[in-house]
Nanobody, 124 residues
Framework: QVQLVESGGGLVQFGGSLRLSCAASGSIFSINHMAWYRQAPGKERELVASITSGGSTYYPDSVKVRFTISRDNAKNTVYLQMNSLKPEDTAVYYC??????????????????WGQGTQVTVSS
C-alpha cells in the first residue's frame, strides 16, 4: 500500500498563490499516476490535475494555466502550484496515487490510495 500525506493548505486572499505537497511512502514502485482532487461543501469531488510516471499532465479548463502539477521522483513527492486563486477554488484538496493492474470488471486499480486532505480557503 501507499501512504500519502498532504501539506501546504491554508488561507489566502483572492489572486494569491499556494503550493500543496503530497509525500508518498510505502509501495511507491506501484504508482503509475498521481493527481490532485478537490471537494467543496455540497459538491462532488473533482479532478484538478494529474501527472503520469512519464510526466504527462492533465488539467480541466477550470484550473488550466493557473495550476501546475509536478513531481519529484527522488523525494517521492507531488506538488500542486496554485496561482491566481479565486474564492471558488475553496475546497479540501486531496492527493491520490494509483497504479498496478486495472480490473475491468470491478473498474478498480490494484493500488489506489488517497491522502487525508488539506483545506484551501480563498477569501474575496
Amino acid at each position: 500500500q501507499v501512504q500519502l500525506v498532504e501539506s501546504g493548505g491554508g488561507l489566502v486572499q483572492f489572486g494569491g498563490s499556494l503550493r500543496l505537497s503530497c509525500a508518498a511512502s510505502g509501495s511507491i514502485f506501484s504508482i503509475n499516476h498521481m493527481a490532485w482532487y478537490r471537494q467543496a461543501p455540497g459538491k462532488e469531488r473533482e479532478l484538478v490535475a494529474s501527472i503520469t510516471s512519464g510526466g504527462s499532465t492533465y488539467y480541466p479548463d477550470s484550473v488550466k494555466v493557473r495550476f501546475t502539477i509536478s513531481r519529484d521522483n527522488a523525494k517521492n513527492t507531488v506538488y500542486l502550484q496554485m496561482n491566481s486563486l479565486k474564492p471558488e477554488d475553496t475546497a479540501v484538496y486531496y492527493c491520490r496515487a494509483w497504479g498496478g493492474g486495472y480490473d475491468v470488471n470491478s473498474k478498480r486499480w490494484q493500488y489506489d490510495s488517497w491522502g487525508q486532505g488539506t483545506q484551501v480557503t480563498v477569501s474575496s
